[in-house]
Every structure is written in C-alpha cells, then in structure tokens.
C-alpha cells in the first residue's frame, strides 16, 4: 500500500513556474515508476510525464515536453513536477501516482493515487 500527498499547487500568472511535490508513504517507495497526471474543469484526466523507478527514464505529453520537469528523491520518498513558463491551458487538478514499473501514459498501469492539488494560471 502506497499513500501519495501532493503539495505546491497555487495560482501563478502566465509565465511563471511552479514545482509540485507528491510525498509517499512506506517502504516501497523506489519499486514503483511514478507518474503525474492532470484534469481540467470538464475534461478528462490525462497524462503529463512519468518517471522510471531508478528515475533513469522520463517522458512526457506534447502539451508540457520542454517546460515541466519530473523528477524523483528515493531516499525522500518524494517526486516532483517543475513547471515553467506556464500557460492558462495548464490550469488544472494535478494528481500524482504509483504503478507497476511497466506503467507508461495510461491510467490503468498506476495502482495508486493521490488526492490532487489544484494549478490556477491566470492569464
């Protein structure tokens, strides 16, 4: 059992950066690949970038590829999401998630799940 909490949501202008952290409980922290995921208002949740268990191997959506940054501390048992040069389409509920190592960009491959922070860009 993994239990995720995510912090550093906020409300920042056009441009500016956030990082987003996700805290995990237990010991098992490092045996699974980590992935952040968003949802906007009317939308349906979609990926933005996971991570590989040893934090080797990284991909993300289109949308963020070249601004948001994810990252991982084992021995802090914490993933991070570092956001630049945001955009008001990045407004959005961001979740954070643990999966079997094999869990790429869909939703089925994460077993557990956080319970979101909220990301306001005004424009």
């Not at 441009?15 to 996700?22: H, I, M, P």
């Not at 080797?56 to 630049?84: C, E, H, W």
Request: glycine share 14%; with cysteine.
């Amino acid at each position: 059992q993994v239990h995720l909490v995510e912090s550093g949501g906020g409300l920042v202008q056009a441009g500016g950066s956030l990082r987003l952290s996700c805290a995990a409980s237990g010991r098992t922290f490092s045996s699974h690949r980590m992935g952040w995921f968003r949802q906007a208002p009317g939308k349906e949740r979609e990926f933005v970038a996971t991570i590989s268990r040893s934090g080797t191997n990284t991909a993300y959506s289109d949308p963020v590829k070249g601004r948001f940054t994810i990252s991982r501390d084992n021995a802090k048992n914490t993933v991070y999401l570092q956001m630049n040069s945001l955009k008001p389409e990045d407004t959005a509920v961001y979740y954070c998630a643990a999966g079997s190592p094999l869990g790429g960009t869909l939703e089925s491959g994460y077993d557990y799940w956080g319970q979101g922070t909220q990301v306001t860009v005004s424009s």
